[in-house]
């Protein structure tokens, strides 16, 4: 039986599948590659480039293949294009898990591993941000996913699918050997747009703002390697293998890292001076978004294991320097 990976090809996808297969699971990936990279896929895992809206490819799909589970990262991401363009994000996000959900029940598919984000909560009302606080994002993007998110829940209790919603905090890194990494048409994250420095492609790195309430007055985040994000994924599958119920987990360190701070440590990382700059607030970032992943880490047993900052950003390092084009080189 085979985990269907949709939207393998991405980067967050494309490091579950790495890790999938590590683990020795049989993985399938469909991926559309409008934002998605073939390269980032390994050469031997089936691969069908289709847009998951396309309910005939899916049908060909799951007839051509025993899925077993579907492991689902399509999604436009972008928030502040997401913005401008609300009825994009709706039609390809939204659009897709409808198209998703009904090849599944025609297929008889009965488990999802969904890809969603701190995104859903908007402003929190505190820090650390427990799965049970208030959902009111603030972005068509964030919106998007908590509306794929009732979706599965409404068609769970019809149709006995089981799902297990994975909220991301700020995802980070790379895989160990530096052969996969993130490469977005358009940068807008923290940490590839700082080793950009570095690399030559840009002279400073403008910090979004230093007059927020805390410590050093840049905004707060709390990230998580990449690698342990997939390892999540891999246990709630085996979570929904082993019957557990329907569920929504954060995935976070639980702790905060300044902007400022992620300077001073990609500073370390590179031994390059990274000029930066200090701009105007970026429009709709929360002071400061920090996981409480107690329960990720009481039912999934899951713990992230790459938490110092020096070592995401050096794994990232590691993949942008080996591929300063991405995966153009
Ligand atoms: N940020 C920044 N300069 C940049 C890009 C991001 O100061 O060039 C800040 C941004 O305001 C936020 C943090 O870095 O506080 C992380 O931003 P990112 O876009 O990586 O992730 P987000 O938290 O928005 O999902």
Redesign the pocket.
Same mark, same amino acid.
């Given at each position: 039986m085979a985990v269907l990976i949709c939207g393998g090809a991405g980067y967050v996808g494309s490091h579950n599948v790495r890790a999938f297969k590590e683990h020795g699971e049989d993985v399938i990936v469909v991926d559309s590659l409008e934002t998605g990279h073939r390269a980032s896929v390994p050469e031997d895992v089936k691969f069908y480039q289709e847009d998951i809206r396309n309910g005939e490819a899916l049908d060909k799909i799951f007839a051509e293949n025993q899925v077993e589970a579907v492991v689902h990262f399509c999604a436009y991401s972008l !928030?502040g294009e997401s913005m401008e363009l609300p009825l994009k994000y709706f039609d390809n996000n939204v659009g897709g898990m409808i198209s998703l959900l009904e090849a599944m029940h025609r297929h008889n598919v009965k488990r999802i591993i969904f890809s969603s984000t701190a995104?859903t909560y908007g402003e929190p009302k505190r820090v650390p941000i427990l799965e049970t606080d208030p959902t009111e994002p603030t972005n068509p993007y964030g919106e998007s996913k908590r509306i794929m998110e009732k979706m599965m829940k409404w068609v769970s209790s019809q149709h006995d699918i089981r799902y297990v919603s994975l909220r991301y905090f700020?995802v980070a890194g790379a895989w160990r050997d530096g052969t996969i990494g993130e490469d977005h048409k358009v940068e @807008?994250? $923290? &940490?590839p $747009?700082i080793l950009q420095v570095p690399l030559g492609k840009r002279e400073h &790195? @403008? &910090?979004?703002?230093d007059d927020y309430p805390t410590n050093d007055g @840049?905004?707060i #985040?709390d990230y998580i390697h990449v690698e342990d994000l997939a390892r999540a994924h891999l246990l709630a599958l085996n979570y929904l293998r082993d019957g557990g119920e329907s569920n929504i987990f954060n995935l976070g360190s639980g702790d905060g890292y300044s !902007?400022m701070e992620m300077i001073t440590a990609a500073r370390e990382v590179t031994g390059h001076p990274i000029p930066a700059v200090i701009g105007t607030r #970026?429009a709709g970032?929360p002071a400061k $978004?920090v996981a409480d992943s107690t329960k990720a880490g009481k039912i999934l047993r899951w713990k992230p294991e790459i938490t110092k900052m020096q070592d995401i950003i050096a794994s990232a390092w590691k993949w942008h320097k080996s591929h300063p084009k991405g995966y153009e080189d």
């Open positions: !928030v995104a700020n @807008t994250h $923290l &940490i $747009l &790195i @403008t &910090i979004y703002g @840049t905004c #985040r !902007v #970026r970032d $978004l």
